[in-house]
């Protein structure tokens, strides 16, 4: 997997290229958003590393031109900003996921991997697991050949669930992701009643497991 970091911080980038790369990454950097376009205009990356200031300007304009651009690579921008609404303007610039800085090097590789995974997964059209049937383009799903019909809350909870198998879920991350609602996150109650009806359409009481004082997760065969 190839990595792409933008940042200027010297001592942050050097710390990042040692660890990404002890985790057998190949990493390439670059400290200006003008470096960063020119990595990007030579080389194929699977994920971008972006700090959000930088000396020639900021990661949110570069995250708008590349999407503008048709560049579907996973962005994951850190920032010492820690608002609510820093937060909403970098998933809505076009980042996968915000790390706020300080960060742990643990969360940091886990961001990573759960980011790499869900677009391996994204790539697939369809995903079978066991006799449950997922085809992401049509929004359908079958279990054993049996059409499910699935309300568009529950067939986004189950998306979400499944380009983050194997990853544990918070019930306050589902609900963030299902509300896009940054004021006012729907209480976990209403994620338990989704995750219920989930179930038992599915009939995948096993498959969508319950960690228990966390939240949810689908565990796959790695």
Known sequence: MHILIIDDNEE???ALQQLLR???YHVDTAATLGEGEECLSQKKYDLILLDWMLPDGNGIDLM???RHKKLRT???LFSSKKEIADKVEALDGGADDYLEKPFSNIELLARIRALLRRESVQK????QIGELSIDFSSHSVQV?????KLSAKEFELLEFLTLNANTVLTRYQISEHLSRDFDHIAASNIVDAH???LR???DADELIQTVRGVGYMIALLK
């Open 12 to 14: 942050l980038m050097y």
């Open 200 to 202: 038992k359409k599915l």
């Open 64 to 66: 708008i031109r590349l």
């Open 74 to 76: 996973p962005i994951l």
């Open 144 to 148: 054993g050949g049996v059409p499910v």
């Open 124 to 127: 697939q059209t369809h995903l």
């Open 195 to 197: 995750i219920k009806n």
């Open 22 to 24: 002890d985790a057998h």
